[in-house]
């Protein structure tokens, strides 16, 4: 029935559009090293439009160094980062507006990144203008969209980061990510430091807010159970090396590489 064909699209043509489409991202032979030792080989990674790609892999294995080169935050020792199409600055300071406001980060914890001293509304407030350009009367009625949109009440404008729980605080981190509307967002064990019956709230609202913007995510976890849930496609890190990637089932169901193989059976 009609229905049917409303949810099932066939994988071929899904992968026809999606080659088609421009790239989110696209990095090329990433290298970093650190004091001369090596940390990621030569990376090439691929992220379309609305889409949720999940890396796993051990700690250590240089996951937080690839979401900080692709994000700007470290330049790395060689290679290149593309953002719809355009070559990008290696340092977020260099990067032209529209890329600062299409790529934004969610770290793990959001206590660093929010000032504590700052109210929640000022906080939304200041990316709005920084990213959106929003004047200070705009201002206001976006905030209260952006806190509604991470089901955070208007009231919470009013509050510190400290007045907060570790869910609301990331949910704040959350709602400042998407002040811009950007076309990607980077997330670093974005719940990892949440309780678990917290999780499941934060997990669902990203797929909420990614359905409404056609976002695309790098989704970072060493949770196996949250990348299965969340990512369409998943890639694996093993000492700096990508050694494998596929769908989310394909690496679940069928790993091809021995690694991925034991990390698997690891969690089980
Ligand atoms: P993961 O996020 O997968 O746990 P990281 O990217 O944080 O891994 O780290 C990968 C490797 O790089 C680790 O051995 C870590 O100690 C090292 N490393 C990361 N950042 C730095 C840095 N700024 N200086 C020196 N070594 C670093
Ligand atoms: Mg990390």
Redesign the pocket.
Known sequence: GASHSDSIKPAEHISTVERLREPVLLCKDIR?S??G?P??HGIDLRIGAGETYGLI????????????IVTGL?APVAGTVELLGQAAAARVERRKPVERRNVQMVFQSPDRTLNPRQRIGTILGRSLHRLAGLSRSARTQRVAELLQSVRLSTAFAERRPGALSGGQRQRAAIARAFSGTPKLVVL??PTSALDVSVQATVLNLLNDLQRRDDTAYLF?S?DLRVVRYMADRIGV?YR?RLVEEGSSDQIFQGPNHPYTAMLLAADN
């Open positions: 970093q650190f004091g030792h940390v990621l892999g051990e700690s250590g294995s240089g996951k937080s160094t690839l979401a900080r470290q670093d064990e970072i060493h890190l700096g």
